[in-house]
């Protein structure tokens, strides 16, 4: 690809670091760039397999060929080499205009040991109304970027199945940016790797509404590190966001991000709540729910996280039920895998669901020490 906007990302890549702000006590980052550094420019090949499933598009070199050369996009090159990468090193890109009604997409699985990048814009267009559901699997290091643009007045249910299956490192970059009087109802139901960083960004115009929720796993040595951020940029919008995660074994699960409304987002509301849950004591979760406010004349802003073990009187009538106790975790677990589809349709979230209990089980199947009383934080 040799556009201006791949140029300019070479440039950056260069020069910029994976993280422009260091750590700090009150602020960290989760996400382990050295391995992504140590991957950047391995050499090797890489081999596609076509997913399972009946879909009604597969998109990669096993399916319908690049037909994007990349000119434009949401993302800051200038904020995180992460981006500057994804587009410097694009192998392929795809550019959708769905004109309604209900879409399954499938990307081709990447396999190998070299950096393979891929990018797919979707336009959804004024006063369209569509369900998309988009089934993302790596087993490769590198970037998939999924930015989704949901312009005026349209009406979106979307959901996206992040599936890694390799110990690699990989980041998942998506973007949902609402034009005027946007609706969209969204969820992300994410497996972990090595090091998997989901990194979500929705972008809200006037009189624009979204619904987010997301609910990503890690087990045997995993890190998922999930950021959710939000920034309102016109008046009377409204963002409903949430995400869950849960670690077993020696594995690290982070939910956290940054809601923003800027001075012109006024008459606005949001709400973000982040939550993990620990199977084992040896797991690690943590949660970091941010607001940045700037201005005074809004309807509502709220956040709250919480990082807990199943609570034993949970566990205790559940039991007394009938259930054994991994019977029991299973059954937490799988409402709060619901709750995050709660309200897309179910042609578009029965793949999800599938994941989520592939993962739950994984989880019950590997160590874990429930018994013990839940430490909420708020």
């Known amino acids: ?56 598009l597969v998109l990669g070199p096993c399916g319908s060929a690049y037909n994007y050369d990349i ?39 990447p396999e190998g040991n070299r ?14 109304k569509a369900n998309m559901l988009i089934y993302a699997p ?35 970059i998506l973007r949902r940016a609402l034009g005027v009087r946007a609706r969209v109802r969204s969820s992300v139901v994410a497996g972990g790797s090595i090091m998997t960083r989901i990194d979500e960004q929705s972008l809200l115009n006037a009189g624009s509404v979204i619904v987010h929720r997301s609910f990503v796993a890690a087990s045997d040595g995993q890190a998922v590190d999930d950021i959710i951020d939000t920034v309102q940029t016109g008046y009377d919008s409204t963002a409903v966001v949430s995400g869950f995660g849960f670690s077993s074994g020696k594995s690290l699960v982070s939910v956290r991000g940054t809601a923003i409304m800027t001075p012109n987002s006024v008459h606005s509301s949001s709400n973000f709540v982040v939550e993990a849950l620990l199977m084992s004591d040896e797991s690690r979760a943590y949660t970091m729910p941010m607001m940045r406010i700037d201005t005074g004349d809004i309807v509502a802003a709220s956040h709250r996280a919480a ?18 106790e991994p019977e029991a975790f299973e ?13 897309l349709p179910p042609e578009i979230t029965a793949e999800a669901e599938n994941l ?23």
């Open 138 to 172: 790596r087993a490769a290091p590198g970037t998939t970027g999924i930015e989704v643009r949901a312009k005026k007045g349209s009406e979106l249910n979307l959901m996206v199945i992040v599936d890694p299956q390799a110990e690699l490192p990989m980041a998942f």
């Open 307 to 324: 990082q807990y073990r199943v609570p034993l009187d949970q566990l205790f009538y559940l039991e007394s039920r009938g259930l054994s």
């Open 356 to 378: 989520g209990m592939r993962l739950i089980k994984k989880a019950i199947e590997g160590s874990f020490t429930p018994r013990q009383e839940a430490q909420a934080l708020s």
């Open 1 to 56: 690809m040799t556009s201006p906007l791949v140029e300019r990302a070479r440039a950056l890549a260069a020069t910029i670091k994976w993280q422009q702000v260091a750590d700090s006590p009150t602020t960290k980052n989760y996400t382990n760039w050295r391995l992504f550094e140590e991957y950047l420019n391995r050499k090797g090949d890489v081999s596609f397999m076509a997913p399972q499933g009946s879909w009604d």
């Open 71 to 109: 000119d434009e996009s949401v993302l800051d090159l200038s904020a995180s080499k992460l981006y500057a990468v994804h587009i410097a090193k694009l192998d392929g890109a795809h550019k959708l205009e769905p004109e309604g009604g209900t879409y399954r997409i499938a990307l081709c699985r």
């Open 331 to 343: 059954l937490i677990l799988r409402g709060k895998l619901m709750a995050s589809l709660e309200g």
């Open 115 to 128: 950096w393979y990048s891929y990018h797919l814009l979707i336009n959804v267009n004024d006063n369209v």
